[in-house]
């Protein structure tokens, strides 16, 4: 019993640090994706593509099934990823867009 409890420990240590790596992943992520942004508006491109959203649920959704991970889950990490990496790009369009209309 006391072998057990130790290894549930260990286990869930583990958990924490790859949760930790999750975090960083989502984080860097975001970066990006407020880069991408930057970029869209210089380009005068719309920030909703349902093109590239698509593009990236199915390659997400085939390396998770390569994973052994539920469809589902993919989708709705994906989906929630996705939406908000556009709500940051509008956010920080609206914030440039303040910026801008402002006269010196």
Do not use: T
Request: with cysteine.
């Amino acid at each position: 019993m006391e072998n057990e409890k130790i290894q549930l420990e260990q286990l869930r240590k583990e958990l924490a640090k790859v949760d930790s790596c999750i975090l960083k992943s989502i984080s860097q992520r975001m970066d990006i994706a407020e880069n991408i942004g930057k970029l869209k508006k210089e380009l005068n491109e719309p920030i909703d593509n349902s093109r590239q959203e698509h593009q990236v649920l199915k390659r997400n959704k085939l390396i998770g099934k390569n994973l052994g991970l539920n469809e589902k889950l993919i989708d709705e990490v994906y989906l929630n990823l996705i939406e908000y990496s556009k709500y940051l790009q509008k956010r920080l369009q609206k914030k440039n867009d303040k910026i801008s209309s402002i006269k010196i």
